[in-house]
């Protein structure tokens, strides 16, 4: 799987669009992009995925940019309840393995 | 929440000894994982099981073995704690290679 660069932390004002950005330089054509969250000790979260288009669900969106090397979260209206750890991952689907790396430390000011 | 199960939640075990964390699920998943969670490292895979009886170690496998002789079941063994083991422990399950994971609450593992 493609190695992924995230930056250790970000804050964002609550209300505010969150943008949480992730590199990915070495993807190949097959693998996808994966976002997590884990909330302060509990269990990690799955928020989205893509592959080449950007892709937009009730939690967030992530915007893959045209030539695969970096994508972003964003979380449009970050609430307190967004403060987390992000993971991006980078794999191929049929990969049986699922690694995570640290991770970014969003924190949602008031 | 996915039905996933861990039990226990928190153990204090003394080093030498062996621990056994049990990960329950009632979603008939294929794939199950074991990962550790230490501060400044993330999460890190120990074990991961594709099937019954079906299993290959990740990153960080030393020291800890697996056994899934039910769908529903996998169990991860420290044959002898170490004080390097204190940690947290999480138990994942996916339903396919390309679906997402859902994870469990966690136990808590301190060895003294």
């Known amino acids: 799987d493609a190695k992924t660069t995230q930056p250790t932390s970000m804050d964002c004002a609550e209300g505010r669009a969150a943008n949480l950005p992730c590199n990915h330089s070495?993807?190949?054509?097959?693998?996808?992009v994966y976002w997590y969250r884990q909330i302060h000790s509990q269990g990690p979260q799955y928020i989205i995925h893509g592959l080449k288009n950007n892709e937009t669900n009730e939690m967030a969106s992530l915007i893959i940019t045209e030539d695969r090397k970096s994508s972003t979260l964003i979380l449009p209206h970050a609430t307190l309840r967004d403060t987390a750890v992000y993971y991006c991952?980078?794999?191929?689907?049929?990969?049986?393995?699922?690694?995570f790396g640290t991770g970014t430390r969003l924190t949602i000011i008031p | 929440d996915a039905g996933i199960t861990q039990s226990p939640r928190h153990k204090v075990t003394e080093t030498g000894t062996p621990v056994t964390l049990r990960c329950h699920q009632t979603?008939?998943?294929?794939?199950m994982y074991w990962y550790r969670q230490d501060p400044g490292h993330g999460l890190r895979l120990i074990h991961y099981?594709?099937?019954?009886?079906?299993?290959d170690k990740g990153e960080v496998s030393d020291g800890y073995s697996v056994s899934r002789s039910k769908t529903e079941d996998f169990l991860l063994t420290l044959e002898s704690a170490t004080s390097s083991q204190t940690s947290v422990y999480f138990c994942?399950?996916?339903?396919?290679?390309?679906?997402?994971?859902?994870f469990g609450q966690g136990t808590r593992l301190t060895v003294v």
């Open positions: 994942a399950i996916r339903k396919g290679t390309g679906t997402e994971a859902f």
């Open positions: 099981s594709y099937g019954v009886k079906d299993t």
């Open positions: 070495t993807i190949s054509g097959n693998e996808y």
């Open positions: 991952i980078v794999r191929v689907a049929r990969n049986e393995k699922l690694t």
């Open positions: 979603e008939n998943h294929r794939y």
